[in-house]
């Protein structure tokens, strides 16, 4: 195939990647985008293997069984994992573009004729630059994304793990990372190569494990960002505009989620890469709630109340979905609707586990996407609802975030659910969030605390309608 | 002038296109709905896997010396989490995605 009509074919892959992103403005046009992103890849993939088929037959073999095994695994994982996984689903994701990106970095550097960026042990300067870059990004990607789904998925503790000294040991790693780059560059030694990538690796972990469980949000789209900015690097080595194009895309969507996450926990970005928060704090908010008094509800209480409410705004969190309560708080939404209750959600970007977690677990219990509002669009309502149902949610409703200028949380933008008439609070106990932060809300003369488990409390109010 | 053959880098267009594709990302993530972000991630993974064109070269390169062997080996390995990722990113995506429905009547 002619030189220029792949590279015209790689640019239409490009842009039918962009388009799939562009789909994704509303639910209605997201489908369509989602096929255009896959003709895309077909595309890409299909001029690859026409301009530069493999070699003989033992390549095509091996070209045709990697895709065979990766395309089986992948479809079972996305057929099987449950939708309150995505987080450690998508950082594992992650985890496998960075190490892509390194093990094609390998390939051209042991193979660099085949990249057309040299030939072994003489490869362009230039090249070796774009590939030590990618290489570095990815190496830190995969091991960044390897601790991030650990820690999502529980195999190890949310908390964070402070090492003495170590921003002096990351600025060590960094700089010794530069250092070999440099080498790389100018020996073009395959020990500088893997150095680089062991020194990586090593950084990687470090930056993350300091990072505490409710900052999570952050470092999935940022390293989200960084998957795509390895793949930019690799692109530049390999010439192929698809592949930049994708990079940019994905490496600015990622920067750009991160930023949202921050500035819904009010914290700066580096203040959640130097890593601490959620650790300490935890301690102090502990021992002080059980003394003041709360006044606590029966699920027939909640149910006689809210079915003569004439507004109700469910606020859901992460704990609502630990619960697996989102199809029983549907059918409570169900019967409330049925009596001429108007419902609403209302969701706080950090509500789940990753940026818009929560609203893919509506959407699985059936909950229409036009009852559900983010935060700055429903949260002058809470004035006029007779109900602000909490479930599972804690911190994001935290008055201290607006009132106290000595917590922790002060500043950040909360759901103001103690504007309604009465608030219920679906919660295991008076224990302090995720966060670590008493709740004052809990004690307040207008909220009714319902304790007990998210699911088995709201079946209880659905039994009592 | 034009008698003076003026040849620009190849690295200029690539960082040309590599710039204009981060503003183009910028302004099309802004319009993304945040009930989407969930599945933003999940195709952004997807499409970001794209790097197994490189996976493909390095993994059909012709086995002429050791060091190919080798670019064949880190090939086919990355072929294989990059198609994971591709076949994972966009049918989790589709899964998604088709759960997201309006309000019935």
């Not at chain 2, 002038?1 to 620009?8: F, R």
């Amino acid at each position: 195939m002619n030189a220029n009509l792949s590279a015209l074919l790689y640019l239409v892959a490009g842009v039918l990647f962009i388009l799939s992103l562009r789909g994704l403005s509303s639910p209605a046009t997201s489908r369509r985008g989602n096929l255009l992103g896959m003709i895309g890849m077909a595309i890409a993939v299909a001029t690859t293997l026409a301009n530069h088929p493999p070699a003989d037959g033992l390549a095509w073999l091996l070209v045709i069984v990697g895709i065979a095994i990766g395309a089986a695994i992948g479809a079972v994982i996305a057929r099987r994992v449950p939708m309150t996984s995505m987080p450690e689903l998508v950082a594992a994701f992650h985890s496998l573009v960075g190490m892509a990106a390194v093990l094609v970095a390998a390939g051209a550097f042991y193979a660099p004729e085949a990249f057309d960026i040299g030939t072994p042990g003489n490869i362009h300067t230039q090249s070796l630059v774009e590939m030590s870059l990618g290489v570095a990004i990815g190496a830190l990607t995969f091991t960044g994304s390897v601790i991030a789904f650990l820690k999502l998925s529980a195999r190890m503790s949310g908390a964070p793990i402070i090492l003495p000294a170590r921003h002096l040991i990351n600025i060590a790693l960094a700089v010794a990372l530069v250092a070999c780059i440099i080498g790389l560059v100018v020996t073009g030694s395959a020990v500088f190569f893997w150095l680089n990538v062991i020194l990586a690796l090593a950084l990687g972990v470090l930056m993350i494990i300091p990072i505490g469980g409710a900052d999570m949000p952050v470092v999935i789209s940022m390293l989200n960002s960084y998957s795509g900015w390895a793949a930019a690097g690799i692109g530049f080595t390999l010439g192929n505009s698809a592949l930049i194009i994708t990079g940019a895309l994905v490496g600015s969507s990622g920067a750009i989620l991160s930023y949202i996450m921050c500035h819904a926990m009010n914290r700066s970005f580096i203040s959640v890469i130097l890593g601490g928060f959620g650790g300490e704090t935890a301690a102090a908010g502990g021992g002080t709630g059980e003394q003041k008094p709360a006044k606590l509800g029966s699920a027939d209480d909640a149910a006689f109340i809210m079915k003569n409410a004439s507004k109700v705004i469910i606020v859901p969190g992460y704990g609502m979905a630990v619960a697996q309560a989102q199809h029983a708080l549907r059918e409570m939404a169900d019967i409330l609707k049925k009596e001429g209750v108007e419902v609403k959600y209302a969701i706080h970007p950090v509500a789940g586990r990753m940026p818009g977690h929560m609203n893919v677990l509506l959407a699985e219990a059936n909950v229409p996407y036009d009852e559900v509002f983010e935060l700055e669009d429903i949260n002058s309502e809470f004035a006029q609802a007779d109900i602000a149902f909490v479930i599972g949610a804690n911190d994001v409703t935290n008055p201290a975030a607006e009132e106290d200028k000595t917590s922790p949380i002060y500043g950040m933008p909360v759901l103001q659910v103690w504007k309604a008439g009465t608030v219920m609070f679906i919660k295991r106990s008076l224990a302090s969030g995720y966060a670590g932060i008493d709740n004052p809300l809990f004690y307040r003369d207008n909220t009714m605390m319902l304790l007990g488990d998210a699911k088995k409390v709201t079946e209880n109010i659905v039994k009592a309608m | 002038m034009e008698h003076v053959a003026q040849v620009v880098d190849p690295f200029i267009f690539r960082l040309s296109i590599f710039v204009l594709a981060v503003f183009v990302g910028y302004f099309v993530v802004w319009s993304v709905t945040p009930a989407l972000h969930t599945p933003l991630m999940s195709v952004t993974n997807a499409i970001s896997s794209v790097i197994v064109v490189g996976a493909l070269l390095a993994g059909g390169v012709a086995n002429v010396s050791s060091g190919s062997g080798w670019a064949r080996g880190f090939g086919f390995v990355a072929l294989v989490f990059a198609c994971i990722n591709i076949f994972g990113g966009f049918l989790v995506t589709q899964r998604m995605l088709a759960m997201y429905k309006k309000k019935a009547k």
